[in-house]
């Protein structure tokens, strides 16, 4: 889900009231999803699933053999996010990297050919926590702490800030604390009555036209709609425009 900001720990305790949750450090970097595909390739995507597997050919040799999101970050002293993207916008030599890149592990999606994206955030962390040895300088588990105290909340929130994150992020551990995707995230945000009142048909895509409207009109539209078992919008068929070419 799509993180929500709070003005304190006392609203922190109220939105989440009997639900049992972790609090994390939220790191100023780049958060990235690492695959190994078969025969070990190495891919690295965005969180909007965009492939910067080039910008970083320095992490490659150095993953975990296992398919996780972490956060990609600069060397002992955390810097500030364009520090560690700036430079890299495209492929990059491994010779030319001036800038050391940490990994911040802090859930996973995949392991040993089962899909985890439906199971609560306590499994996951507890099975990268056991199938992961961390390295330092290298490959860490993000800071975390399981409380509800406020005063350990509070120190823990002014410790982040000292250690050069920008706060803390709190996150369920078993109810609603399966993974989604940014683009799924931000799909359901925007969507009224996602929970409860599934929403109808929703634009997901669009197609470039032909003929008359070549280059300079969508021909059709993508549509999609919720599972209701799932709750994942699903492509379901393609819609005519109806423009023309005026």
Known sequence: MLAHSTRGVSEVLKRF?????????KYEGQRAQ???LEGREVKIFSRNQQDNT??????????????????????????PFQVLTTPKQEEV????????????????IFLNGESLVRE???????????????????FVFAT???TKDTEQITEFLEQSVKDSCEGLMVK???????????????????????????????????????GELAGRRYGSFLLAACDEDSEELQAICKLGTGFIQQ
């Open 17 to 25: 009231q009997e639900a049992t949750f972790t609090l994390e450090y």
């Open 34 to 36: 690492i695959h190994v």
């Open 54 to 79: 080039g910008m970083y050919p320095d992490i490659i040799s150095r993953i975990p053999k296992i398919k996780l999101p972490c956060d990609l970050e600069p060397g002992k002293e955390i810097q």
């Open 93 to 108: 030599d491994a010779s030319q990297i001036q800038v050391q890149v940490y990994l911040y592990a802090f859930d996973l």
């Open 120 to 138: 609560p955030l306590s499994l996951c962390r507890q099975l990268l926590r056991e199938h992961f040895v961390e390295t330092e300088g290298e």
């Open 144 to 146: 975390s702490l399981d």
């Open 172 to 210: 369920t551990l078993n109810i609603d604390a399966t993974y989604e995707s940014a683009k799924l995230a931000q799909a359901k945000e925007g969507l009224p009555g996602w929970r409860g009142r599934h929403p109808g048909p929703r634009v997901i895509g669009a197609y470039l036209g032909r």
